[in-house]
């Protein structure tokens, strides 16, 4: 019987079984977990949400949910952007989105030591990892959407790259080089192009876009694992109080009195990265004011007018809940195998840190 985690005083193992059951609710017949009944659905969003179903031991949820990505994937590697009711809505094709399936992989393997399960996902892992990688720019980040013209991909890219997208690339770049070394397909070319990017996303920020009132932008370079240690603590500290609100959760956008579930739980995901438990402890019990009896969260509360808002329930805001409590369930509770896979732990090392081909080290500007 798989171990559905808890961490103690927080998150019961009932409150979290219940909230992987909200989940595996809103799953459509065909395998797609849209973000609420009736919404679209993405890959990294659906991803996430299959993590979950793993991590609460909903097996034949979760191979449904894998079954509709491995079939959703296109000739060159991508996939479409957004996808309602099986139909196609955006088909741009989205970096991050693309290479998330391979954390999602080898999340599966960790828990549930399914080599048939991982052979099976290893084509559509390699060529969504090979497509991401040829997509990198000179500087070392990675163009967040290639743009498709009447059903074909144009070789046309959204200008610039996005640092919490680059980040999050960097991650699935060490859970796809760790299936590779596992199936004894070495690969390389993933490890050169992860090297780059943690350069670009460590030395290089001001080379991405610039979403800095973001959350995301700012702690995911440590979720993602391309900045750790004390330098992971230095970035986080120096804008904690414009995103965190004390008691409430984190500001999905600095600017706006809008503290949101995802982004809280992925920061307390990141402070168990960096071993501060004790003040992830208290973020993730933090955001309970979003719960609902049935275990599904709301995305939002604006809290100068004392509302929940949108007034949506994400299964991704579930799932980003259910994996931080595997996170710190490892510690203060009770935790799956996979219960590491934002530490990193069990990925590949760290990639060595590379040089630029553009060669914008020391202060040169990066994108000149």
Known sequence: ?????????????????????????????????????????????????????????????????????????????????????????????????????????????????????????????????DWVTELQLPFGGIPWQE??????????????????????????????VAIAELLGRPQPGWELAGGRLGHAVRRHPDGFMDKSTFAMDWYYPVLGGAVRGAEGRALLAARWDEFVVPGLGVRCVSTNPWVTGAETAELVMALDALGETGTALRLLGDLQHLREDDGRYATGFVYDDGVRWPPEHTTFTAGAVVLAADALGERHGAATPGSGIMRGTSLAPRFPELALECGCAGDRDPVS
Request: proline fraction near 4%; charged fraction near 20%; aromatic fraction near 8%.
């Open 147 to 176: 743009c498709w013209v009447d059903g074909r991909p144009s070789h046309v890219h959204e200008d610039g790259a996005l640092l919490a997208g680059g980040s999050s690339i960097y991650q699935a770049l060490r859970a796809g």
């Open 1 to 129: 019987m798989s171990v559905v985690p808890y961490v103690g005083g927080v998150l019961d193992a009932a409150a979290v079984a219940a909230s992987v059951a909200s989940i595996e609710a809103v799953q459509e017949a065909d395998g797609a977990i849209p973000w609420e009944p009736g919404r679209h659905a993405d890959v990294w969003n659906h991803v996430e949400a299959a993590m979950a179903l793993v991590v609460g031991g909903r097996d034949a949820a979760a191979d449904r949910a894998y079954d509709w990505v491995l079939g959703l994937q296109r000739p060159d590697g991508s996939w479409p952007t957004s996808v309602v009711d099986g139909v196609v809505t955006d088909d741009a094709g989205d970096a991050n989105f693309s290479a998330y399936l391979a954390v999602g992989v080898w999340h599966h393997w960790l828990v549930r030591r399914d080599d048939a399960f991982v052979r099976r996902c290893w084509p559509a892992v390699r060529a969504g990892l």
